[in-house]
C-alpha cells in the first residue's frame, strides 16, 4: 500500500512486532532486524518487519 512508509523507527517497528523497544534495538543490534542508518537515525524498512516474521514461522515449521 502506497500509503504506509517506506521506513519505520525502531520504536514503531516494536509496537508492530508486540515487542519493546529496548528488544527491537537489541535485534537490530544482533542483525535479526534489517535496519538503515540515516545519519544518527536508526530506521527499519517495512519489509524487514515481514521477513522477521516469516523467517521466525519458517524456523518453526522446521524444527516441528
Known amino acids: 500500500n502506497s500509503d ?3 521506513v519505520l523507527s525502531v520504536g514503531d517497528a516494536a509496537r508492530l512486532l508486540g515487542i519493546s523497544r529496548a ?3 537489541e535485534l537490530v543490534a ?3 532486524l534489517a ?3 540515516l545519519g544518527r537515525r536508526v530506521v527499519v524498512p517495512r519489509g ?3 521477513r ?4 521466525g514461522c519458517n524456523g518453526d515449521a522446521k524444527r516441528g
Open 4 to 6: 504506509r512508509p517506506l
Open 23 to 25: 528488544h527491537a534495538y
Open 30 to 32: 544482533r542483525g535479526e
Open 35 to 37: 535496519h538503515i542508518r
Open 48 to 50: 524487514a518487519i515481514d
Open 52 to 55: 522477521l516474521i516469516d523467517d
